[in-house]
């Protein structure tokens, strides 16, 4: 039994079903953990979405900013750029089944190998936040994508404020922080206010903004925490972080980790992509 997580998919299953085939994935034997933006940029969305549902419970995603864009361009919350890929699945036949399967994956999940716990998330996390507060605060998004409300709730989801975490935060304003936090968050101050202006590498932060994962006093530094969505940042392998966007959909490389009998035990596997899309 192997233990993967795999960065940024985008829509490239090409290179999905070479890097499984790189691993020697096995279904019955082995278990994907999916950092989140499945969809979108890429040539295969909808090819993604039903690669995974065919691998059941092997496969376990957790959503990125651009799966929820999927959710909020199908509900008509969000118009579609001029860059999204996204028609294979809003046009196609199975169109509800591949959504209802995009709304029941959550925003953070958790993983527990041999005492040491692996926290996983699309973007980033917040420093005041614990492991515990991540899980549960993606527990109030994640019931919202299975209820009645999500079509309200994706029309209220976008924008940039509330810029920080309060525990005094209600309604809207707190599920976009939750889903800001988990889905976009590069940079922040060291206190914890949000910045979704940069893009830039973590070598050479904006002034007054560091990396989310260098923030001091960061609560999940216990944690091992595992995370996407950094094309520009590339690889981190670090003790406590595992950044593993590598920019596939952008010419770069669709990476694995295997995870071992312990979170230092680990191995990378990587396959070069087909550039899908122009940086910039």
């Not at 890097?19 to 953990?33: G, V």
């Not at 959550?106 to 614990?130: D, F, I, K, Y």
């Not at 079509?151 to 889903?179: C, H, K």
Request: charged share 20%; proline share 5%.
């Amino acid at each position: 039994m192997a233990i993967y997580c795999i960065g940024d998919l985008q829509g490239c299953d090409s290179a999905f079903t070479r890097l499984l085939a790189h691993i020697d994935f096995s279904p019955s034997r082995d278990t994907l953990y999916l950092l989140g933006d499945l969809v979108n940029r890429g040539p295969e969305s909808a090819g993604v979405l039903r690669h995974c549902m065919q691998l059941g419970d092997s496969v376990r995603p957790l959503l990125g900013n651009h799966d929820l864009h999927l959710l909020a361009a199908a509900h008509g919350a969000r118009h579609a750029s001029r860059r999204d890929t996204l028609a294979s699945v809003l046009e196609a036949d199975d169109r509800e089944a591949l959504l209802d399967w995009v709304c029941q994956q959550p925003l953070a999940r958790q993983l527990t190998v041999n005492g040491e716990h692996l926290l996983m998330v699309h973007a980033g996390v917040l420093p005041q936040w614990s492991l515990t507060d991540t899980l549960a605060y993606s527990a109030e998004v994640q019931d919202l994508l299975t209820s009645p409300q999500l079509p309200e709730f994706l029309a209220q989801m976008y924008g940039n404020l509330p810029d920080r975490w309060s525990d005094e935060l209600q309604g809207t304003d707190r599920l976009r922080v939750i889903v800001n936090t988990l889905t976009r968050l590069r940079f922040c101050t060291p206190d914890g206010r949000m910045d979704f202006d940069s893009a830039e590498s973590a070598e050479s932060p904006p002034d007054g903004l560091v990396p989310w994962f260098d923030a001091p006093n960061r609560q999940t530094e216990n944690a091992v925490v595992a995370f996407g969505h950094w094309s520009t940042l590339g690889l981190l392998n670090r003790p406590n972080l595992l950044g593993l966007d590598t920019g596939c959909v952008w010419g770069g490389c669709l990476s694995a980790m295997r995870i071992g009998s312990s979170l230092s035990d680990r191995e990378l596997f990587d396959v070069k992509c087909e550039q899908s899309q122009q940086p910039g």
